[in-house]
């Protein structure tokens, strides 16, 4: 599946960070992780750290799929609101849902205090109404975060103007969110693992998953099995040919990155992740070494061929905005690309097991804007399931809930 198009910023900058090997011979483990990105790499850490003897597997070079394209925003804020969950699965699974990703963020800075080098930096996050009569919502939004002890603030016009000098209604203002580079992340974190001794290989593509009672047999596209008592299908956006049920859709997003801008021009942008009530809205971010990274424009386009077409064009509308509310930044694209991501119904994950494939196959879809978060939350939730564990997020993040 081709997972994106342009020239990502993160492969662009570091290329092939680190050679890893195909699998050449029949193998076996305990759980094989299908899917070598920034997820696979999670789940795997997740498993390896507490005893699973685990082995990776992916079809292209190591984080070469949707991870090099990813803009890595790392959130507890979902794409749907607080408020909207609390309508769809009441009020306790919606605060649920939200502290729990809060405390991904801070189990993800303890992985990437551990890794390093990975460009990670604390940031506040600014989630801005884009019209006067979204910020009414806004302010409902902001009171049920405030309610359930998430650590925010909010800002009027005013406010939003003297700290970020943005011109918008109102924002809620978040002290919890971080960036990194999740390509040399999922590179650095799978490297420490293979000198451990953890296997890893890529361009090993699965073409087969034979399941019986005790155990999973995945055969590759040179004809070498692996043998796995679980399996976990951490394939992103590609994983959902495998299921019969439709349980999200594929879009694509469009960004680009800038050159570098002085400090003193980016002022508190810096430190700051921007985004906004629109849908589909724009984002933007800053790397380690000053540059801006600017997303959005998402559509519906699912198609490899369009979706290159559009990159260019896309880029100029986004640079357009970006210029029209930031006029010193001169935030001109020097790469540009998309990205495949995919969308469920209620914003929120899927991992655990499907009916159609029985509990030893486990899926990892960590789907919306804030995948890796969800990842985080995810590499425990498929942990505890291996482990036959309870685990208070299964029903909520399972395939039950559309069931």
């Known amino acids: 599946m081709d997972l994106k198009s342009g020239y990502p910023y993160w492969a662009v900058k570091s290329g092939l960070i680190h050679s890893f090997p195909k699998l050449t011979r029949d193998n076996s483990c305990e759980v094989a992780v299908i899917g070598g990105g ?23 070079d ?22 909207d969950l609390a309508s769809m699965f009441g009020d306790e699974q919606a605060k649920l849902a939200y502290n729990s990703c809060l405390v991904a963020v801070e189990s993800f800075a ?91 290989y890529d361009r090993s593509r699965v073409v087969d998953i034979v399941v019986r009672p005790r155990s999973v ?36 997003s469009y960004a680009y990155v800038t050159d570098p801008i002085d400090r003193t021009v980016l002022g508190p942008l810096r430190d700051a992740m ?19 990274i600017v997303g959005g424009e998402d559509d519906s386009i699912d198609i490899p061929a369009r979706r ?18 930031f006029p010193r930044l001169q ?16 914003g929120l994950p899927f991992f655990g097991a499907h009916r159609q494939y029985g509990p030893r196959v486990l899926f990892a879809m960590a789907y919306g804007g804030n995948g890796i978060t969800y990842s985080v939350l995810g590499a425990s939730i498929l942990r505890a399931a291996i482990e036959r564990k309870r685990h208070a997020l299964f029903a909520l993040f399972g395939f039950a809930r559309f069931h």
Do not use: C
């Not at 589909?280 to 800053?286: C, G, I, S, W």
């Not at 290159?308 to 509310?325: I, T």
């Open 308 to 325: 290159d077409a559009r990159v260019a064009k896309k880029a100029h509308r986004l640079a357009k905005r970006v210029s029209g509310m």
């Open 62 to 83: 190591i984080a070469w799929g949707s991870t090099s394209a990813s803009t890595a925003l790392i959130q507890y804020e979902i794409d749907t609101h607080l408020i």
């Open 110 to 200: 303890a992985i990437a205090a551990r890794v390093k080098g990975i460009g990670f930096r604390r940031m506040q996050s600014v989630y801005f109404a884009s019209s006067r009569s979204d910020s009414i919502t806004l302010k409902e939004e902001f009171l049920a975060r405030e309610r359930t002890g998430l650590p925010v603030s909010w800002l009027d016009r005013e406010g939003l103007s003297e700290r970020f000098g943005i011109d918008a209604p109102a924002a809620i203002l978040s002290r919890t969110a971080a960036v990194v580079d999740p390509y040399r992340m999922t590179y650095r974190l799978l490297a420490a693992w293979k000198r451990r001794g953890m296997p890893v």
């Open 38 to 60: 920034i997820s696979g790499a999670l789940i795997a850490d997740e498993l390896a750290t507490h005893g699973h003897d685990v082995m990776v597997l992916e079809e292209r």
């Open 217 to 252: 047999q995945l055969q590759t596209e040179e004809g070498f099995h692996v043998t796995a008592k679980h399996v976990v299908m951490a394939t992103g956006y590609a994983a959902q040919s495998l299921l019969k049920q439709r349980i999200a859709r594929n879009r694509s």
């Open 274 to 292: 921007l985004w906004e009530t629109a849908r589909p809205y724009l984002y933007m971010r800053t790397t380690s070494d000053g540059r801006v």
């Open 331 to 346: 935030a001109r694209p020097a790469f540009s690309w998309a990205g495949t991501f995919a969308e469920t119904a209620d």
